[in-house]
């Protein structure tokens, strides 16, 4: 067990009360780093001089400007080396390559800004080409479970800082998978967040089209506190796009208690022969299913397909990005990555549209998914390898590695992988929970939810979980409580109304016993009625909805519903759907039920 734990919470409290500075985390980051040895984890790294001369400076500036300025004080973390920082190399994972970049990425210079402790630049699959972490001339980072055994790839260097406690996170980058498998195989968090919430400015591109900078940490909550400083428009990256009104990072306290994932039929699941990761992913199915989910199979056909395409015709866009580099220094090049990279030259422009087209239509085809489903689980990878494996049958395995990631970011998806449990003979194992863009925050409150109560520790390090799951709701800046009765509860059919509005959910309560509670005649909607005498108290749930939504949806309310104030049972009010009186009348009175959900199930 390493002490401390690097994950935000121990530090942060352990900041707080005085027991430790950045600069002693400073130094305890050198020792590790000393006693890791030959990890192959480093590409180039400050001294241990400039990162304590680092930390004392953070410390001065907390003194200085306040703490609410540095929301990362003093919170060691790396980058992956296709990630410019000023004043330091970037290779790519290719000294031929190597450049002297003038600027920073955007991304870095905000992490900075909010105090965050810069320890060293990472290694990774040359060029970000690969899942397998074994394509670098810097070596192969080592896979702190089983060094015979690939890292995952291409941010491979990242996730093993990561996991070996040498930093608190660690910025990876993600195209077809490289800020989720590497997370798979080293036990801890991999956040693919929507593509252009974090400017990719200052990143050599894979396929700048589709990039993502990632985030890799020990907990969910972590990652999701790296995404609120290091997301946000950027105009230096053509591809940044500003969030929708009310988009906030906050996780809420906890999940739905009730929601839908999808997972592919049984016939549609590929382990690769590996039946202990496919006993881990039907154990978590029953760990999402136990927290209230409701599992919904799905036709995994048009995601696969989409995934086939990024090394089709696609492939051309991983050849823009090395341009004249390709042809003057091939040599320079690893061999697999050059095969890969090549494979773009004879793709002509009218196979590269068709292909788009296609993409296209699949998008089109795979969206109405997402309307009976809130969420999408699946293994973050089907297996693992040795590095002798993948170093017989690279192209193969690399792509079976794949199986269940390369679909994202083609098809504009968030996601995150958490750990799931570990095999028989000792290697982790994820899942990786999957939505549409900017639901970020309603995917953490499950991630979160799941990975506490798998119990496991922190990546290789030994160190328990924190306890960071709060039982009091939280309300993100720029919202205003709505209180549902019906059909926009979890999991029912319109609650994905709410969602795509941006809305999070606070909590379940129920309503003063003062209600009267019953089914329209649509036999869709029921209604809630304010009673004068007794009556029942009803189940409702609280929506956090974005102010700059709200009108909008009450807008699309039909008669005889509409917005009013509810009393909760504990005496405070809420906005929230009620009905008018006259509507009530001859209508079936539920209250006995005591919500929708339960009359609805009783039907």
């Given at each position: 067990m390493l002490e401390p734990s690097f994950d935000l919470a121990t530090l942060s409290r352990a900041y707080a009360e005085g027991r430790l500075k950045p600069s002693d985390v400073a130094r305890i980051v050198a020792e590790r780093i000393e006693e890791a040895g030959d990890d192959n984890v480093w590409i180039s790294r400050r001294s241990a001089e400039a990162v304590v001369a680092d930390a004392v400076e953070i410390e001065r500036r907390?003194?200085?400007?306040?703490?609410?300025?540095l929301p990362l004080y003093g919170i060691p973390f790396a980058v992956k080396d296709n990630i410019d920082v000023a004043g330091m190399p970037t290779t790519a994972g290719c000294p031929d390559f190597a450049y002297q970049p003038d600027r920073s990425a955007t991304a870095f210079d905000r992490l900075r800004a909010a105090g965050a402790l810069f320890v060293g630049k990472t290694n990774?699959?040359?060029?970000?080409?690969?899942?397998?972490?074994?394509?670098?001339?810097?070596?192969?980072?080592?896979?702190?479970?089983?060094?015979?055994?690939?890292?995952?790839?291409?941010?491979?260097?990242?996730?093993?800082?990561?996991?070996?406690?040498?930093?608190?996170?660690?910025?990876?980058?993600?195209?077809?998978?490289?800020?989720?498998?590497?997370?798979?195989?080293?036990?801890?968090?991999?956040?693919?967040p929507t593509r252009g919430l974090i400017s990719t400015a200052g990143v050599f591109p894979a396929c700048r089209s589709i990039d993502c900078i990632s985030i890799f940490a020990l907990t969910v909550a972590d990652a999701m506190a790296v995404l609120d400083v290091a997301g946000g428009f950027d105009p230096r990256d053509i591809y940044s796009r500003a969030a929708p009104a009310g988009y906030?990072?906050?996780?809420?306290?906890?999940?739905?208690?009730?929601?839908?994932?999808?997972?592919?039929?049984?016939?549609q699941l590929q382990f690769f022969g590996n039946d202990a990761a496919a006993r881990l992913f039907a154990s978590a199915i029953e760990a999402l299913t136990a927290m209230g989910g409701e599992r919904t199979l799905i036709?995994?056909?048009?995601?696969?397909?989409?995934?086939?395409?990024?090394?089709?015709?696609?492939?051309?866009?991983?050849?823009?990005?090395?341009?004249?580099?390709?042809?003057?220094?091939?040599?320079?090049?690893?061999?697999?990555?050059?095969?890969?990279?090549e494979g773009g030259k004879s793709v002509g422009g009218s196979e590269t549209w068709?292909?788009?087209?296609?993409?296209?239509?699949l998008r089109q085809r795979t969206r109405p998914v997402w309307s009976g489903i809130d969420l999408m689980l699946l293994p973050t990878s089907p297996t693992i390898y040795r590095i002798d494996e993948v170093e017989a049958?690279?192209?193969?395995?690399?792509?079976?590695?794949?199986?269940?990631?390369?679909?994202?970011?083609?098809l504009d998806l968030s996601a995150i992988a958490v750990p799931n449990g570990f095999q028989p003979n000792g290697l982790p194992a994820g899942i990786t929970l999957i939505a549409p863009a900017w639901r970020e925050a309603s995917?953490?409150?499950?991630?979160?939810?799941?990975?506490?109560?798998?119990?496991?520790?922190?990546?290789?390090?030994?160190?328990?979980?924190?306890?960071?799951?709060?039982?009091?709701?939280?309300?993100?800046?720029?919202t205003i409580g709505l209180a549902v009765v019906g059909a926009h509860l979890s999991a029912m059919a319109l609650n994905r109304e709410l969602i795509e509005i941006g809305a999070t959910f606070r909590c379940a309560t129920r309503t003063a016993p003062n209600y009267r509670f019953v089914a329209l005649p649509d036999g869709k909607r029921p209604g809630l009625v304010r009673t004068n005498g007794d009556g029942a108290s009803i189940d409702i749930e609280i929506w956090n909805v974005p102010e700059?939504?709200?009108?909008?949806?009450?807008?699309?309310?039909?008669?005889?519903?509409?917005?009013?104030?509810?009393?909760?049972?504990?005496?405070?009010?809420?906005?929230?759907?009620?009905?008018?009186?006259?509507?009530?009348?001859?209508?079936?009175?539920?209250?006995?039920?005591?919500?929708?959900?339960?009359?609805k199930a009783a039907r």
């Open positions: 907390l003194a200085a400007e306040g703490a609410d300025a990774l699959d040359q060029f970000a080409t690969g899942l397998v972490g074994v394509r670098s001339p810097y070596g192969v980072s080592r896979n702190p479970f089983d060094a015979d055994y690939i890292p995952g790839g291409s941010s491979s260097g990242s996730a093993v800082a990561v996991s070996s406690g040498l930093v608190s996170f660690a910025l990876g980058t993600d195209t077809a998978g490289s800020g989720r498998v590497p997370a798979g195989f080293n036990n801890i968090v991999g956040l693919k906030a990072t906050a996780i809420p306290g906890r999940p739905p208690p009730r929601f839908r994932f999808g997972v592919p039929a049984d016939d036709d995994y056909a048009p995601f696969a397909e989409a995934a086939g395409l990024l090394y089709g015709p696609l492939v051309a866009e991983r050849t823009a990005a090395l341009d004249d580099f390709l042809t003057d220094h091939a040599d320079a090049i690893h061999p697999v990555v050059r095969k890969i990279a068709n292909a788009l087209y296609r993409l296209e239509a049958d690279p192209l193969r395995l690399n792509s079976n590695l794949g199986t269940y990631t390369n679909f994202v970011n083609l995917l953490a409150a499950v991630a979160s939810r799941f990975h506490a109560a798998r119990g496991l520790p922190l990546g290789a390090t030994g160190n328990p979980p924190p306890d960071r799951l709060s039982s009091k709701p939280v309300v993100p800046p720029g700059a939504a709200l009108g909008g949806f009450v807008s699309r309310i039909a008669a005889p519903l509409g917005i009013g104030t509810l009393v909760l049972e504990d005496g405070t009010g809420v906005l929230g759907f009620l009905c008018e009186a006259c509507a009530a009348d001859g209508a079936e009175d539920i209250s006995a039920f005591g919500g929708w959900r339960a009359y």
